[in-house]
């Protein structure tokens, strides 16, 4: 198992460039440590708050993957980073009434926590003639404040997914339990590995398909790489501390 970083990361220095390089240089000694392939895990960053031009800093060190939270951030950032070869996730709760301004302007939403949201975006990839990679979010730690499908409603929304042919189920993704207990954070992530290989091994359709796992934050990221995390959703130990919200 890896070294793991206590919560509260020290970030070595003060470069966008040098942090994503000490993070990287970090996820591939676990997946060392793991017994994981090199390059098996993806750093996705949560850019919110995030001006662009910070972004693009990331970019230029080779990030490739980015991630927002709310609707207002992707549109209000679109141009600016438009002409900066990305993949772009969202990871915040989506409601109905934003799926229009969202679609076109990510690569995957990784935060699908619905039936009804799944028949909405087939309705409207229908209607621009568009597709799009969609992650289940599953809550495993059972919190009320948080979003999420609990892991009983998996095989329904598997199945509607399944029925909307504009929607490519890619994987699951779960935000981790905000706590120092290591263990307990370890539990939720070993749920959403158990969860994927339930539902493939149930014949579910698509769930074979459904290979990713995106689980694990600044504080928690090498606990996930651990229990098998394909994408790993990096903020801080990159950006540095946010502004409180
Ligand atoms: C903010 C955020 C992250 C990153 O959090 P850090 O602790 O800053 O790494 C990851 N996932 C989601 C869904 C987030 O909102």
Do not use: W
């Not at 980015?66 to 900066?84: C, F, M, P, W």
């Not at 309705?123 to 730690?141: F, K, P, S």
């Amino acid at each position: 198992m890896a070294d793991l970083e206590p919560r509260g990361v020290i970030i070595p220095t003060d470069t966008i460039a040098a942090r994503y390089a000490h993070v990287k240089r970090m996820v591939r000694n676990a997946e060392l440590a793991s017994r994981r392939t090199l390059g098996s895990v993806r750093i996705l960053l949560a850019t919110k708050t995030v001006e662009p031009a910070r972004i693009i800093e990331a970019l230029d060190a080779g990030a490739d993957l980015i991630g927002e939270n709310r609707v207002q951030e992707v549109t209000a950032k679109y141009d600016a980073l438009s002409g900066h070869r990305h993949e772009s996730h969202f990871i915040g709760h989506l409601q109905r009434n934003k799926v229009n301004a969202l679609l076109g302007k990510v690569d995957c939403l990784q935060s699908l926590d619905s039936i009804a949201l799944a028949a909405r975006l087939q309705n409207r990839l229908e209607a621009i003639g568009g597709e799009l990679d969609v992650m289940i979010q599953v809550n495993v730690t059972g919190e009320e404040s948080k979003n999420g499908i609990a892991p009983d409603q998996a095989p329904d929304l598997i199945s509607a997914i399944a029925d909307c042919p504009r929607l490519r189920l890619r994987g699951y993704m779960t935000i981790g339990l905000h706590s120092t207990d290591q263990t307990a954070i370890r539990t939720g992530y070993t749920r959403l590995r158990m969860l994927r290989g339930a539902m493939a091994a149930r014949g579910l359709p698509g769930a074979t398909d459904a290979t990713e796992l995106s689980m694990g934050m600044s504080g928690d990221y090498l606990i996930a790489i651990d229990e098998g995390a394909t994408i790993v959703r990096l903020g801080s130990a990159v950006f540095g501390e946010r502004p409180a919200p």
